[in-house]
């Protein structure tokens, strides 16, 4: 007769019944059963034996206690009633099932177009939540964004981009201190928030009673500072050596964008941030020039560069991550060439290209 390995027990309510499971090599099983002992006291509080060829055995409800630490043990029997070698002890645990909770409401009704999500968590014996996250549905139930595992509950965490006139589905998923898996439950909400179509900047309204058209845009000024006092050339650019570009508010970096910055004539090696934008929550990108020299080793001689390439860098920083993006490599600018580059950010992925011009 061989020895049975009981698998993991992860914490369960002691309200509701549990199955235990094992594996076992050796004689074919007929029956098997099952003591748990109180860990503290060593007493046996609770045994079972059951006639089955199924490797597991029952745990009814109502007969442990949550908030207390159990070891249990099997052993397995074959068709003559001989029986195997006692399996080690597996240590587990009983809890209450834990309150688990989103900040929002089934059928909510969010005004933007972006969610910040909230937990509450309580669990009565102070089990502790380990890791969580959170799953996006759209109205098919089809997954569209799965976060990160999480820790911390006391942050809220935004998902931005999310469409006008529609409904999703949000649900979180918990891990505790001592392995049960928790869920939220799909929790619906849907968007309003009124849109205006990219491409019209410009609307006008007839106001007959005044025998006037009243014209509305929906054009956002965004102020900007530099260090110092700026040089312009050609009414066209702004002489950024030895300066910065700040921008800041009016704009959100939680939401999709798209941002396109023209440079040329870039000094070399001044590794320096030629943009900063800081939008309305602090969050803060920054647009540096690199380069790379490739040298030439000959004995005795000194070494040479034989050839530059130019390269940017992003600098992200905001309360849920730091990060760095960089473009490929490219020849470095002369004065006249110029490059476009374009910063942007969708489901929430940074991306970062240029364009030679």
């Not at 007769?1 to 074919?28: C, H, L, R, W």
């Not at 309150?99 to 014996?125: A, H, M």
């Not at 309003?192 to 058209?213: C, D, H, P, V, W």
């Amino acid at each position: 007769m061989g020895k049975p390995i009981i698998n993991n027990i992860v914490a369960f309510d002691s309200s509701e019944e549990m199955k235990i499971t094992f594996n076992y090599t050796g004689d074919q099983a007929y029956s098997n059963s099952l003591v748990i002992k109180d860990r503290d006291t060593l007493k046996i509080v609770y045994s079972n034996i059951i006639s089955t060829q199924l490797l597991q055995n029952i745990v009814t409800a109502n007969t442990l206690e949550n908030g207390k630490a159990y070891l249990a043990q099997i052993t397995v029997y074959n068709q003559y009633g001989v029986a195997s070698t006692l399996s080690d002890t597996k240590l587990f645990y009983c809890f209450t099932q834990p309150i688990f909770q989103l900040n929002i409401d089934n059928d909510e009704i969010i005004r933007n177009s972006y969610i910040n999500l909230g937990l509450y968590y309580s669990q009565p014996e102070g089990e502790e939540l380990s890791t969580y996250y959170y799953i996006l549905y759209d109205n098919n139930n089809q997954a569209l964004i799965t976060t990160p595992d999480m820790y911390d509950t006391d942050i809220e965490y935004q998902i931005s981009g999310l469409l006008d006139n529609s409904y999703y589905y949000i649900e979180a998923y918990g891990l505790t201190k001592y392995g049960t898996k928790i869920s939220t439950g799909k929790i619906k909400f849907t968007t309003l928030y009124s849109t205006t179509t990219s491409n019209i900047f410009l609307s006008a309204q007839n106001e007959k009673m005044y025998g006037r058209i009243k014209l509305q845009t929906k054009i956002r000024v965004v102020s900007y500072e530099i260090d110092k006092t700026p040089v312009y050339i050609d009414d066209t650019y702004i002489d950024l050596i030895d300066n910065i570009l700040k921008y800041s508010g009016g704009f959100n970096f939680n939401d999709d964008f798209k941002i396109s910055f023209s440079c040329k004539g870039i000094k070399k090696y001044n590794y320096k941030p030629i943009i900063e934008m800081i939008d309305i929550n602090e969050n803060k990108i920054q647009l540096i020039p690199k380069w790379t020299d490739t040298y030439s080793f000959v004995d005795d001689e000194e070494d040479s560069i034989t050839d530059t390439k130019m390269f940017f860098c992003l600098s992200i920083k905001n309360s849920h991550t730091s990060m760095t993006l960089y473009t490929d490599t490219f020849t470095e600018l002369n004065n006249i060439q110029n490059v476009i580059v374009t910063i942007t950010k969708k489901n929430n992925l940074y991306g970062l290209n240029y364009r030679l011009n």
